[in-house]
């Protein structure tokens, strides 16, 4: 069974930067490609990255691109998102995937991301 564990959320400031994590189990991590998703009050999910499984491809949604860093860690299992410049829209609860560029994933149960000053 998947199993997925975010964590890292929190209150951030405008300009603020904030490193969000995921533990993955239940599956062999290091084959699959992995990616984070988020939904904003009142809205759908949205794609935000992925990462493929050897972590050496990502790609962004054009509203993180340059601003935010995905990257993990093959022998912890771990998934992690790097979000520097953050914005007010970048309020949402953010969850890790297991997809490749895709809303429809597995995914846990989400961290809570708010800007705000």
């Known amino acids: 069974e998947v199993q997925l564990v975010e964590s890292g959320g929190g209150l951030v400031q405008p300009g603020g930067s904030l490193i969000l994590s995921c533990v993955a189990s239940?599956?062999?991590?290091?084959?699959?490609?992995m990616s984070w998703v988020r939904q904003a009050p009142g809205k759908g999910l949205e794609w935000v990255g992925s990462?493929?499984?050897?972590?050496?491809?990502?790609r962004y949604a054009d509203s993180v691109k340059d601003r935010f860093i995905i990257y993990r860690d093959n022998v912890k299992n771990t998934l992690h998102l790097q979000m520097n410049y953050l914005e007010p829209e970048d309020t949402a609860l953010y969850y890790c995937?297991?997809?490749?560029?895709?809303?429809?994933?597995?995914r846990g149960q989400g961290t809570q991301v708010t800007v705000s000053s």
């Open positions: 990462i493929s499984s050897g972590g050496d491809i990502s």
């Open positions: 995937s297991q997809a490749w560029r895709s809303t429809s994933g597995p």
């Open positions: 239940g599956f062999s991590f290091n084959n699959y490609p």
